[in-house]
Each structure stands twice: as structure tokens, then as C-alpha cells.
């Protein structure tokens, strides 16, 4: 999808760059049928500026990056009543959840020593603490790190044989930017689990995993947001991990006899 191309390629991009692509992602249905220079006219960014970005990306031009388009998902239609919001906000997440590999993060989270898991906010803490109480339901621990304080300390002590999980809800972690690079220098692996937009955390992590979350609008003086698709991750997490190790024993009795 195109919000991971842009995770993937982040340091590559200059901000005309980064500003073309959040219009794409913006205007996605428009976009699919837009030419090279009727995407040129409306941003006033040049065809070959475009075209350079296209390749910045992976793609060989244009109309490779106009055919990976069409296969984006369709935006939220911002009308809907809450309920249905619901039913979209689930959805979005499982197609997301879907199309990443996951048995790879589930033989990391199964071979992990210690799993060791931060959380930016109140909402994803209770995440966390939810995916901590599953991990322990299938024989795994997590230790959940409380603050930066507790993370520069631990560091020295976490290895390549460890996972760090780190849930965000915009991957805008500046506060633990240099603890996150220096598991990078340490080839210590990281899970992050952020709402699907461009965010600074995924570009960090060894593998991302991406929740779709709705704004509900102001209400009573306060913003609300839903974290339902962060606990539809957790929940998939869960129930694919539980699966993963059912296989893994099976595989172990059927080659034991």
C-alpha cells in the first residue's frame, strides 16, 4: 500500500515528495484516474518531479504507480453514522492485518527470550496490558516497560534474542527516538503497532503493524477517537499466535511418530 511505500522510502523523499503523496492519499479516488499532468496541474509540481517521486518509490513511472493505485482501498465515507464507522474500522484493520506476513513476527514473538513491550499513551497501555494478559494465556511473558527512564535502563540488557513491541497511535515517538536506534545498532528486532499513516516509528521497526483508527469528532469540549481497530490487532495477534503454536505442536507429534 502506499502509506508503507512511503514508510519504507521516508528518508528518501524531499517534501515536495511527502507532499505529493499525502495529496494522493487525500484524493485517492481521484487520483486513480488522474493523468500525469492533471496530477501536475492540481499540485503545481512538475511531470518530471512526479515522475522522480514514482521511481523514488520502487515503481518504473507513472503509469505503474497509477495502476498500483487502483488497488488501494476506497477512503471512509466521513457521513457515516458511528455504528457503521464500527463495522469499517474493523474491516480496514483486518485487510491490513491480512496482507502482512505474519508468520514471521510469530516465530519472532515464539523464539523471543524476553519480550518487552511500550506503550505512548493511556489507550495503547491498556492495549498492551491486554496483549501482556494473552501472551500469558499461550506461555509467553512480556514485560512492559513503564517510562524512557526504565527503557534507558534496560537497554543494556536487552539482546538480539529479545523482541521489543512498541504500540503508538501516530508512530510520533521523538521521546524515544535514540532508544529505538540504538536497538537498530544492536540488531535487537522491534514490532511496532501504529494507526496506517506515514509515522516515524514504522520507518525504526524490523516490522509494522497497522490498525486503522477513526476520529469521532468533538464532543463535550474533548476529541474522541476509537482505538477499536488497535484492539482488533491485539486480538488478531492473539488468536494467530494461538494458531501458530497449535500448528508447531502438531508438526512436533506427527514427526515424532
Not at 523523499?13 to 499532468?37: A, G, P, Q, T
Not at 524476553?114 to 501472551?135: D, V
Not at 512498541?166 to 529505538?180: E, F, H, R, T, Y
Not at 501504529?194 to 469521532?216: D, K, P, R, V, W
Request: charged letters at 25%; hydrophobic letters at 35%; aromatic letters at 12%.
Amino acid at each position: 500500500m502506499l502509506k508503507d511505500l512511503m514508510n519504507k522510502y521516508y528518508d528518501a523523499l524531499s517534501e515536495n515528495d511527502l507532499y505529493l503523496i499525502n495529496y494522493v492519499l487525500n484524493h485517492i479516488e481521484e487520483c486513480k484516474n488522474m493523468s500525469i499532468l492533471e496530477l501536475s496541474d492540481t499540485c503545481n509540481i512538475s511531470k518530471s518531479s512526479i515522475l522522480r517521486m514514482t521511481q523514488k518509490i520502487g515503481f518504473s513511472g507513472y503509469s505503474e504507480f497509477k495502476y498500483f493505485l487502483k488497488n488501494e482501498p476506497k477512503q471512509l465515507d466521513t457521513n457515516l453514522d458511528y455504528y457503521t464507522m464500527q463495522i469499517k474500522e474493523i474491516e480496514t484493520t483486518r485487510k491490513l492485518y491480512k496482507n502482512i506476513h505474519t508468520e514471521v513476527i510469530y516465530e519472532q514473538i515464539s523464539n523471543a527470550d524476553t519480550i518487552y513491550g511500550f506503550a505512548s499513551g493511556w489507550g495503547q497501555r491498556n492495549a498492551l496490558e491486554e496483549m501482556s494478559r494473552q501472551f500469558i494465556s499461550n506461555n509467553k511473558k512480556m514485560y512492559i516497560i513503564p517510562a524512557e527512564t526504565e527503557f534507558d535502563f534496560l537497554l543494556d540488557k536487552m539482546k538480539p534474542t529479545d523482541l521489543v513491541i512498541v504500540i503508538s497511535l501516530s508512530g510520533d515517538v521523538k521521546n524515544i527516538i535514540a532508544q529505538l536506534r540504538q536497538l537498530s545498532v544492536k540488531s535487537i528486532p522491534t514490532l511496532s503497532i501504529t494507526s496506517f499513516h506515514n509515522n516515524h516509528l514504522a520507518t525504526l521497526s524490523t516490522y509494522n503493524i497497522y490498525y486503522e483508527s477513526f476520529e469521532l469528532g468533538k464532543h463535550f469540549g474533548i476529541e474522541h477517537r476509537s482505538l477499536l481497530g488497535l484492539f482488533t490487532v491485539i486480538d488478531s495477534i492473539y488468536r494467530g499466535y494461538l494458531e501458530y503454536t497449535i500448528r508447531k505442536k502438531n508438526r512436533r507429534i506427527i514427526g515424532g511418530d
